[in-house]
């Protein structure tokens, strides 16, 4: 049986109504299970997060807050100049990842610690993360 | 003086882009054939122009010339040729120039090879390429001028991003604008046709190549990418779901769907309005994809430019290039008459199934790419998107498209028999289902989604298997004939087979190192052996050496399996100290297999107590099954567009140079 024009654009139509609608569930699922929060420093210990609650914080490395070469894991301190979070990651850090510059940690608040699960740093001499130009609130003194 | 000669030569461009586009639409409009041949010379002074100038810039960065603005920026005298060359399009301003070199070289090819498309469309078609290129042109001399002089002239340079100084990434951005421009011509032509209000058959012959030839250049490109952040951020991920892979990967999905549609629209005269639209969505799409590049408005660990000005000029094309498109088609489209009826099973619909699929998921990418800007937008709150979405809500379709793929592919046209499709079928799909019970049987752990997608990529290779016995008529003749048949069979369709296994063989390596990468991080001292996996790794110890622009040092690894030494890696840590500052990078170790890669990272070395160095080191190691698997699969990929390209049946000026080689090589058949 081969269809009609109208019938086919009914069964077209219908197609795609199918996919749209696909889509959008799994997309508003995934919306509410993966989305992550980012936030500065000073946010971050005001609100406190649950354990589990996966999270962005992003800010300056401290200078001198760096410390490598303690076993596998690296230290360093995020501050947005009202606040600062000693971060851990086990893994590796980007390459142009240094201090007095900006970063992004993504991973989980646990105990008064950031525990990194992922480390973004600027990508040129130019690049600041944009987040956290926005959330800086003081510049840094002596500049 | 060779600067200014570029900038000049530039300047001339947009004029002749201007004229170029004015003179040719304006004379299809009123029908004066003499205004409208003057799309094909405009376009190749166009290409003239802009290849004219973009050879001034390499000169500039060849000859290391300081008194250029972006020469200073992004080089530097002692850096190797090859990073000279490739500094001219690793920054904004050149990108751009690259850009339009290409979009410049294909209005020059089809007013070079496309002496039999009908003067009309053809004067369209070049004229919409060429208000495109105004567009840009625009955009480089006004905000990103790359000849820009620096007074006075510094002594050396502050040389490129050390992480883009590799050969992966050198030649990344050019296959990707390869296929993103050409898609421009893509669009061109479907805005020619929504011009002139007419699609056919012929039309969609011309349209396909450039489809073809721009989908295989994203591919390559997206591939190049994905290759380069495995080996060169040091953890062996391949893809990130970044804003900016997103904004190359959603072009390739709608460029795929767009390839598929504008077969039906050549075979069998349907799907007309659709395929327009794709052509529309997926050029809009590459638009989109520059502007989240080079606007920076999406946070991104790609993000080597921001600046808002910019960012508004590009927001400005942008919503020109795509509104106009779109309110052009709202208002021509319905004019568009498709004419091939079809049933529900028939190779059409599986056609129509796979755009579906291609632009759900696209849709879903998109959502997931755009989401954190309307979320701060809306309620001011900063959120990203990453992986966890994108495996939730993208992985589903491609499933399906993987369970639908050799069942379409094998559906005949117009009318298909279910019953009869399947029966061809049945042994690939109870092969693939015995391949998925083998890995989970073998696989130690319980994830079930390794044995599904060997599952599926056996299935999608085995079904490119069962259509190629079927062309070849296996078993029902004899050998010979096998043989003769598929040494006839069309390019276009090899092109079909070897793209889709190559889809499997993606899907394979994907699978693989997400569900069994085996991973260890710990400190060690020269001479300590460590277990990873079946395998066992003895570090050696670290030496230091002096390379061209940077000093590095370089850990050394034996590798032994069963006691056998099998592997020998070498990662290192360079220092560039001609940069600004000087810059680190990591250079991971890797021992390429055909079933494994053994990758292994130099962390930072070990102090003790007051800063004494205790000898040993953070080490990192990884194994990453089957992970050349994701780029051989895209060199499959991107060799069947390659290929398919070569079909004379749809070389631009096809029908002419055809009928000579037939006259010429006759006996046909």
Redesign the interface.
């Known amino acids: 049986m081969a269809m009609t024009r109208k019938k086919r654009r009914i069964m077209f139509l219908a197609a795609g109504a199918l996919a749209m609608t696909g889509a959008t569930a799994l997309a508003v699922v995934g919306f509410r299970e993966s989305i992550v929060f980012f936030m500065p420093p000073a946010e971050l210990l005001a609100k406190a997060p649950g354990p589990e609650q996966r999270l962005r914080v992003g800010g300056m490395v401290v200078e001198g807050s760096v410390v490598r070469g303690q076993g596998e894991t690296v230290r360093f301190t995020l501050t947005d100049y009202e606040g600062s979070v000693e971060v851990a990651f086990a893994g590796v850090l980007p390459d142009l990842f240094s201090e007095g510059q900006g970063a992004v940690a993504e991973g989980y608040f646990r105990e008064g610690r950031f525990e990194a699960r992922e480390v973004l740093a600027k990508h040129d001499e130019k690049y600041m993360p944009r987040n956290v130009a926005d959330t800086l609130k003081t510049p840094p003194p002596g500049t | 003086m060779i600067a200014e000669l570029g900038h000049f030569a530039l300047i001339l461009a947009f004029a002749v882009s201007i004229a170029g586009s004015v003179a040719p639409l304006y004379g299809a409009h009123r029908g004066w054939s003499d205004w409208m041949t003057l799309a094909t010379p405009a376009a190749t002074a166009l290409f003239a122009l802009v290849c004219l100038s973009f050879a001034a810039l390499t000169w500039s960065f060849v000859t290391s010339d300081f008194s250029v603005r972006l020469v200073v920026a992004n080089s530097h005298s002692l850096k190797p040729m090859i990073y000279k060359i490739a500094g001219v399009w690793g920054n904004h301003e050149g990108s751009l120039l690259l850009w339009v070199l290409m979009l410049a070289l294909f209005g020059a090819m089809v007013a070079a090879f496309g002496r039999n498309i009908p003067t009309g469309l053809k004067a369209r078609a070049l004229g919409v390429q060429s208000l495109i290129a105004c567009g840009f042109i625009a955009f480089m001399l006004f905000t990103s001028n790359p000849f820009e002089r620096l007074f006075p002239a510094p002594f050396d340079g502050?040389d490129l991003?050390?992480?883009l100084q590799d050969p992966g990434l050198a030649f990344h951005p050019p296959f990707l604008y390869l296929g993103y421009v050409g898609l421009s011509m893509a669009f061109s032509f479907a805005a020619a046709a929504l011009i002139e209000g007419r699609v056919d058959a012929a039309w969609a012959r011309w349209v396909r190549p450039w489809a073809l030839a721009a989908w295989a250049a994203l591919t390559v490109g997206i591939g190049l990418g994905s290759w380069w952040a495995y080996y060169e951020?040091?953890?062996g991920g391949f893809w990130f779901w970044d804003p900016v892979e997103n904004a190359s990967f959603m072009p390739w999905l709608a460029a795929i769907a767009l390839l598929h549609s504008a077969i039906v629209v050549e075979k069998r005269s349907s799907l007309k309005n659709w395929t327009i639209l794709m052509a529309i969505l997926a050029f809009s799409l590459s638009l989109l994809g520059t502007f989240i590049v080079r606007s920076?408005?999406?946070?991104s660990?790609?993000?080597?430019?921001?600046d808002p000005e910019r960012g508004v000029f590009i927001l400005l094309l942008l919503v020109v290039a795509i509104g106009g498109s779109l309110a052009l088609y709202a208002w021509r489209a319905p004019s568009l008459k498709?004419e091939g009826?079809?049933?529900?099973v028939s190779r059409e619909s599986g056609l129509?199934?796979n755009n579906?699929?291609m632009?759900?998921?696209c849709?879903?990418v998109f959502?997931?790419t755009m989401?954190p800007l309307v979320r701060e937008a809306l309620t001011g709150?900063?959120?990203?998107?990453?992986a966890?979405?994108?495996d939730?809500?993208f992985t589903?379709?491609m499933v399906l498209l993987a369970i639908a793929l050799p069942l379409g592919a094998m559906t005949p046209w117009?009318?298909g028999d279910a019953g009869k499709v399947l029966s061809k079928l049945w042994w690939a799909a109870a092969a693939a289902l015995g391949a998925g019970a083998l890995v989970w049987g073998v696989q130690t752990g319980t994830s079930p989604a390794a044995p599904i997608a060997m599952a599926l990529a056996a299935w999608v290779a085995l079904g490119v298997a069962a259509e190629i016995a079927e062309r070849a008529k296996v078993g029902s003749a004899p050998l010979a004939e096998n043989w003769r048949r598929l040494a006839r069979a069309p390019r276009a369709d090899w092109g079909k087979w070897v793209a889709h296994f190559g889809l499997g063989v993606t899907i394979w390596g994907v699978a693989a190192i997400t569900a069994w990468t085996v991973e260890d991080?710990?400190?060690a001292r020269p001479g300590e052996s460590f277990a990873l996996g079946a395998y066992e790794v003895t570090f050696d110890g670290v030496t230091r050496a002096q390379g061209p622009n940077y000093v590095y040092e370089r850990g050394e690894f034996h590798v032994y399996r069963d006691g056998v030494q099998v592997a020998h890696v070498y990662p290192e840590k360079r220092i560039y100290t001609e940069t600004?500052t000087p810059?680190?990078?990591?250079e991971a170790g890797i021992d390429n297999g055909f079933t494994r890669d053994l990758y292994l990272?130099l962390?930072?070395?070990?102090?003790g107590t007051g800063g004494v160095p205790t000898g040993a080191w953070?080490v990192?190691a990884y194994v990453k099954p089957f992970a050349n698997w994701i780029w051989g699969g895209a060199i499959l990929m991107a060799l069947g567009g390659c290929l398919s390209l070569t079909d004379r049946r749809y070389r631009v000026g096809a029908p002419t140079r055809a009928a000579q080689a037939h006259a010429a090589m006759a006996p046909a058949e």
């Open positions: 502050a991003n050390p992480l951020l040091g953890w920076g408005v999406l946070d660990v790609h993000a080597f430019a921001v498709s009826v079809f049933a529900p129509i199934l579906l699929l632009m759900s998921s849709g879903v959502a997931g989401a709150a900063k959120i990203s998107v990453g966890p979405f994108f939730l809500a589903p379709f117009k009318r991080i710990r400190v600004r810059t680190p990078t990591t990272v962390g930072d070395p070990q102090v953070a990192r």
